[in-house]
């Protein structure tokens, strides 16, 4: 049984989510963040046809040449605002959105990375992707691929560093030194492939990926949840029924327990609450995954963390072996793969989120120094 606060909560971003949130703020003794729409513009060659061929230069390109809205939020320490500083851009799994990273559930604010973060001195920005959450959802899904996710990723990073982020949602210019990207499962594969992307003029100074790894076959885990996940529209008509199929969803509760580890590893309740709250995502950028098994020019410091409870991810479950297996897709970098014992896949959503989240803003620090 959830607590009445709950379903006000989902009321609101129910509501909320067929309007343009407008800009507000939130400032607490520690804590200002600020939300709001941003305007990215990207310009990539993308599939005319992504569900033909899933090698991006396997199939027709054409150019995307697009603005997106972007819904996100800037929490900054308040004891350092307008000081030059670095920054941490967290990006999203598929159905999730950017409540990933900034629980809200009351009760459960603990878990949110960006609250303990801000905590410890450190800004995040932190935004819904494309076609998921608050930002744009175009008319076809199809316009929602990863070069265009990547795209989204990088123009963010360079929008923290001229200072347009922070105008946008503050109303004052805060130049950002250096920018770290940190990735959930498909926000990961999207900060990969911006790295493949971008080349040696990538805009971070360093990449956490979480909950990913590269995979030479078709059975990993993100290329079935493409095909486990049904057209939103049917999850949810009332909510989703004017998205085309390309857009997708989770089924139902149970389907999503794919997403943790051992029952003893989470509180009961957040499965439920992971479902209500649960979003949409374009399959598109999903069927593109194999598109991040090439080697990046990237140089700085990369760090994989995967959930030991990861059943479709960990495998083998070995630390030379995966460190060995992923080191060969980051050539250039200084890369680390961490196994973290306890968590499955929604690794801030278990218990033993109270260990990693020290472990990435240590990562973050040393990205930064
Ligand atoms: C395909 O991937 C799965 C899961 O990662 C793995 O268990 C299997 O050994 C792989 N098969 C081949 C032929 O690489
Ligand atoms: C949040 O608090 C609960 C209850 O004390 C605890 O079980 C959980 O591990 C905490 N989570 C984080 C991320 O600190
Ligand atoms: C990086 C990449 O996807 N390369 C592919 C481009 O297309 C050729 C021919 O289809 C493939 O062999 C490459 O693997």
Redesign the pocket.
């Known amino acids: 049984m959830l607590p009445i606060f709950f379903f006000i909560y989902l009321a609101t971003v129910v509501a909320g989510a067929s309007l343009v949130a407008p800009r507000t703020a939130v400032t607490t003794n520690t804590c200002s963040c600020s939300s709001g729409q941003i305007g990215v513009d990207v310009d990539v060659n993308i599939a005319v046809d992504p569900s033909n061929g899933k090698l991006l230069n396997s199939t027709t390109l054409r150019r995307q040449k697009q603005t997106f809205q972007i819904f996100g939020q800037l929490c900054q320490p308040v004891d350092s605002l307008n000081l030059p500083a670095p920054v941490q851009v967290l990006i999203h799994g598929q159905t999730y959105t950017s409540q990933y990273w900034n629980v809200q559930w009351n009760g459960f604010q603990?878990?949110s990375y960006v609250d303990f973060s801000c905590s410890q001195g450190v800004t995040s920005f932190v935004y819904d992707n494309i076609c998921a959450g608050l930002s744009s959802h175009p008319a076809t899904s199809k316009d929602c691929q990863l070069p265009t996710a990547a795209a989204v990723a990088s123009s963010v990073a360079r929008k923290l560093k001229d200072g347009s982020v922070a105008k946008a949602l503050t109303g004052t210019t805060r130049l950002f030194t250096k920018v770290v990207g940190i990735g959930h499962s498909l926000g990961s594969l999207t900060l990969n492939f911006a790295a493949v992307q971008d080349g040696i003029s990538s805009p971070f100074a360093g990449l956490i990926l979480t909950s990913n790894v590269h995979i030479a076959n078709s059975t990993s885990f993100l290329a079935g949840l493409a095909t486990s996940f049904p057209p939103a529209a049917s999850v949810n008509p009332a909510r989703w029924g004017n998205l085309d199929p390309g857009y997708i969803s989770g089924p139902s509760e149970e389907s999503r327990l794919i997403f943790y580890g051992t029952p003893d590893t989470f509180n009961p309740s957040i499965p439920q609450l992971d479902f209500l709250t649960e979003d949409v995502g374009s399959i598109w950028i999903l069927d593109q995954i194999a598109n991040i098994n090439t080697p990046v020019a990237f140089r700085g410091p990369i760090t994989t963390i995967l959930g030991a409870l990861d059943g479709t991810l960990c495998i083998p479950c070995d630390q030379p072996t995966l460190q060995a297996r992923e080191k060969v897709f980051f050539p250039n970098a200084d890369f680390n793969l961490e196994i973290i014992p306890k968590v499955g896949h929604d690794i801030d959503l278990h218990?033993g989120?109270?260990n990693v989240?020290p472990m990435m803003l240590d990562l973050f620090n040393a990205a930064t120094k």
């Open positions: 603990n878990y218990f989120a109270a989240f």
